[in-house]
């Protein structure tokens, strides 16, 4: 198929400088642009026509796990499409705000080895420790973690602080509880993070009486008050390599809060959820597109408003809800459109949960379509 560009799009002009397109692209990539590591053939025409024609767009993604930087490598790679970092917003990637919140010891969670430990550090989170950090220096702490010591041994860091409960102001406390990525050990990743929600503002060893007391509101008291738990994707359901759809930090989600309810005979868990749909990633999303079109254009000084952001996604839950509902404070509007070619299943017969402005067969055919509708 070749895409008909109008040159509405890109009227020539007597100069060599078409008019700046007043629209622009954010695409989801699981589902979208690849499948687990096998890029969608017609996300390798897509992005590089927009490329071409100068159309400017971002990734966002509730994946995440690597840095930024290795992230779009690895993309670029597979897609045949220059990328930079600031091209790519990662579930993770609005933690990166928030280092001047805990300047001491957060609990980072999910990823492959110690690599969202590493993310965390690089943002500016100098005391990053993760589940199996803790784990390797107290394997008891975790029972049914044995058999996997010699692996987390060959990436487990020192703690910080030693446990020390003979003198619990000295003792490893931590700030927050930062969930970056899908869990790779649940019963661990559950347990630390239980101990720590039920903990003596978030001394690692302590119980808290009132935290989780249903009796209480918010669980408890201010000094004994849990850390902040922060999500950084709600989805349920992810489109991977397998042919049907994969539980994703979302499943993680609710069976730890199964085990919270179980744990604290249903007490209310307060957490901070980021990532697609909610409003603060398609915020932080939209202020990203602005700034790589801005940067695009900037040797002809960018006065031209930002009219209309086609969102490509495979997700109704979270691609399209949270383009449907996102309202920019500049008066931008959200066009969603949702692909064929991840969790969404046009086989099942099913209406989206969600209704997309229009429902299409990949992600060029999307870039097709959002072409014509921009006219
Ligand atoms: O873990 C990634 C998965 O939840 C979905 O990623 O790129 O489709 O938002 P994405
Ligand atoms: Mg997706």
Redesign the pocket.
Known sequence: RQIQWHRRAFQTSVSQNPPIPDFGFTF?????LVRSSRPIPAAQKALPLLQKNRIPFILV???GGKTEEQRVQYLQDRLGVPLSADMIVQSHTPFADMTHLYDKTVLIVGGDYDHCQLVAQKYGFKYAVTPIDILCAHPEIWPFGKQYLDLYRTFAKPLPTPIDLSSPATSLKFDAIFVY??SRDWGTDTTIILDLLLSRAGILGTLSTKNGNPALPNNGYQQDAQPPLYYS?P?LW??AAWHQNRL??GGFQRALEGVWAAATDGAHLAKTAIG?PTQATFAFAEHRLRHVRKQMFAQRGLNDPLKRVYMIG??PE?DIRGANEYRSPHGTVWRSVLVKT?VYRADEGKEPAYRPDVIVEDVLEAVEWAVEDAK
Do not use: E, R
């Not at 989801?28 to 979208?32: E, L, R, S």
């Open positions: 989801d990539i699981d589902g979208v993604t509730n994946g990525n899908d994707n989805d992810w489109a994703g930090q697609k495979d997700n979270s991840g």
